[in-house]
């Protein structure tokens, strides 16, 4: 029979995984299927069960049930040298004795190759360091040791790249450019990654379909945009980005619209994006999304009056307002610093206003914090 860990191509498949530590059950009946060929993302904050979730395909942990399988072939009970499966971990792992060129040609050997060098100078040249080949991984910066890394990984031309917290040791502007450099590296080898992050930009720019995970489970997968945009609940709404979100009950329908009381004001909301059983809602705007006007001037669509701004902060590309309701909750507006709107100061009388199709709305039962204060560090 051939071995998995060069036969098996195909969709990753989790089936009721789960995995108990005595009573704690750190991954809870998960199933979910990553297509051959995606970038895939696992996000979530510290404890979210994202780690282990990885450590279970990569072989290193033992589901309490469930299956793993990758296209026809299960392989839950394989040991992780049999399985297609290569990982880059957060500290790279690179053998501080061996050269760049042996470290990447360290598995081919392994494998009994003789010939390595075609396939080590085609990934040294992919990650766009064949200079680099003659020198030991202390010379090298971070970003060019994780780049060693994903290379080291690819050359195997493993079935499943998995990638936990990949970047988490660079500094920020250099792990925005290595965000952009794994996306384009998956695309031109079209293998399928796992990327385990709890920072939500990164899972943003570079996956294809991220699942947020909360307590075990899945809390919500889509796309990037799909999971921002129109989030299904507050933990997802609040974990991506930050949400305003206002207590309300839902009074008439308009066509395609909900019509919302709020506290005595009436927004609407689209029908095919408001995620409530009954009437009771949280209903929900992204602060980028409102449009901030002196009390004396107004637009068309949603519209909140009555704000008077108490907190001004200038971060360059925008402004960002807190302005407090009548109702007394503080509304967040994020409103770009392009000459749109000439800066207004603390103490002004406001009006907010928004396209009715950007707001969303939750189930008034769940915890309008839910997401907003987890600690989003790595497991």
């Excluded at 282990?52 to 399988?69: H, N, Q, V």
């Amino acid at each position: 029979m051939a071995d998995a860990s060069t036969s098996a191509k195909g969709d990753l498949k989790l089936t009721n995984l789960t995995k108990s530590y005595g009573e704690f059950k750190a991954v809870d009946d998960l199933s979910l299927v990553i297509p051959e060929g995606s970038f895939f993302a696992l996000l979530g904050p510290s404890g979210c069960g994202k780690t282990t979730t990885l450590r279970m395909i990569a072989g290193l942990e033992e589901p309490t049930s469930g299956k793993i399988s990758i296209g026809a072939t299960d392989i839950t009970d394989k040991r992780p040298y049999q399985r297609p499966v290569n990982t880059v971990f957060q500290n790279y792992a690179l053998f501080p004795h061996l050269t760049i060129f042996e470290n990447i040609a360290f598995g081919l050997r392994r494998r009994g190759i003789k010939d390595v060098k075609e396939q080590v100078d085609k990934v040294l040249n992919l990650v766009e360091l064949p200079h680099l080949a003659d020198r030991k991984p202390t010379q090298l910066s971070g970003g060019q040791q994780q780049r060693i890394a994903v290379a080291r990984a690819i050359v195997n031309r493993p079935a499943l790249l998995l990638l936990d917290e990949p970047l988490g040791a660079l500094d920020l502007k250099l792990r925005r450019q290595m965000q952009i450099e794994l996306k384009w590296i998956q695309t031109e080898v079209g293998l399928t990654f796992v990327h385990v992050t709890h920072d939500q930009e990164e899972a943003m720019t570079m996956a294809d379909t991220i699942a947020v995970m909360n307590e075990g489970r899945i809390e919500q997968m889509g796309s990037p945009a799909e999971l921002y945009d129109n989030p299904k609940t507050a933990f997802v709404a609040n974990f991506l980005g930050q949400s305003n979100l206002i207590e309300g009950s839902i009074v008439d329908s308009d066509g395609d619209y909900h019509v919302v009381d709020l506290h005595g004001q009436k927004a609407k909301v689209l029908k095919s994006r408001t995620h409530s059983k009954n009437n009771s809602v949280l209903y929900a705007i992204r602060p980028e999304k409102l449009r901030i006007d002196l009390d004396n001037q107004s637009r068309p669509g949603n519209r909140f009056t009555g704000g008077r701004i108490v907190d001004v902060s200038y971060i360059g590309v925008s402004t960002q307002y807190q302005v407090e309701m009548p109702w007394k909750q503080e509304i967040m507006v994020f409103e770009q610093n392009d000459d749109g709107v000439p800066p207004l100061d603390k103490g002004d009388e406001v009006t907010l206003s928004w396209e009715p199709s950007f707001s969303f709305a939750l189930d008034g039962a769940q915890d309008a914090t839910a997401g907003s204060e987890v600690n989003p560090e790595e497991e």
